[in-house]
């Protein structure tokens, strides 16, 4: 049926299921959590992920439906370094969107000064740049 209809997304989907299968997955939980988020329904996957132990997808796609205020709820264990990468992505994303002052202060927050130094003076926000400089460690 999909064949017929031409729907490229779900005949990629059963493709991928069928393949893990081959391979030994056997997770039928992880398979619907799948199909719930190709369909939109993303709380329902995320449930799913949460529930098959599978945080780590969940967060990569709020991520990548740049939803970070859900995709902060599946940080696992609080790692420092998986904050710091959800915050430079959520900055990226602001950059590319065309807020430069909310991907500065989003850089500042990950840690990532240059990036946010770069930004700023791109921008010739001196006085924050002045501020800055004065925040910052001598070493950095």
Same mark, same amino acid.
């Given at each position: 049926?999909?064949?017929?209809?031409?729907?490229?997304?779900?005949?990629?989907?059963?493709? &991928?299921?069928?393949?893990?299968?081959?391979?030994?997955? +056997?997770?039928?939980?992880?398979?619907? #959590?799948?199909?719930? /988020? @190709?369909?939109g329904k993303f709380h329902e996957a995320a449930k799913l992920y949460r529930k098959t132990n599978n945080e780590n997808r969940a967060l990569n796609m709020y991520t990548d439906l740049?939803?970070?205020?859900?995709?902060?709820?599946?940080?696992? &264990?609080?790692?420092?370094?998986? +904050? !710091? *990468?959800?915050? *430079? !992505?959520? /900055?990226?994303? /602001? !950059?590319?969107?065309?807020?430069? %002052? +909310?991907?500065?202060?989003?850089?500042? &927050?990950?840690?990532?000064?240059? %990036? #946010?130094?770069?930004?700023?003076?791109? @921008?010739?926000?001196?006085?924050?740049?002045?501020?800055?400089?004065?925040?910052?460690?001598?070493?950095?």
């Amino acid at each position: 049926a999909f064949i017929r209809v031409r729907d490229l997304r779900y005949l990629e989907l059963i493709n &991928s299921i069928e393949e893990r299968k081959k391979r030994g997955e +056997t997770n039928n939980d992880l398979f619907l #959590a799948d199909v719930y /988020a @190709n369909q939109g329904k993303f709380h329902e996957a995320a449930k799913l992920y949460r529930k098959t132990n599978n945080e780590n997808r969940a967060l990569n796609m709020y991520t990548d439906l740049r939803m970070f205020e859900h995709a902060k709820e599946f940080l696992v &264990s609080g790692d420092p370094k998986d +904050t !710091k *990468t959800l915050m *430079t !992505k959520q /900055a990226d994303w /602001a !950059k590319n969107v065309n807020e430069p %002052k +909310t991907a500065a202060e989003m850089y500042l &927050s990950a840690g990532e000064h240059m %990036k #946010a130094i770069d930004l700023i003076g791109d @921008n010739g926000w001196i006085d924050m740049l002045i501020d800055l400089a004065r925040k910052l460690d001598k070493a950095e």
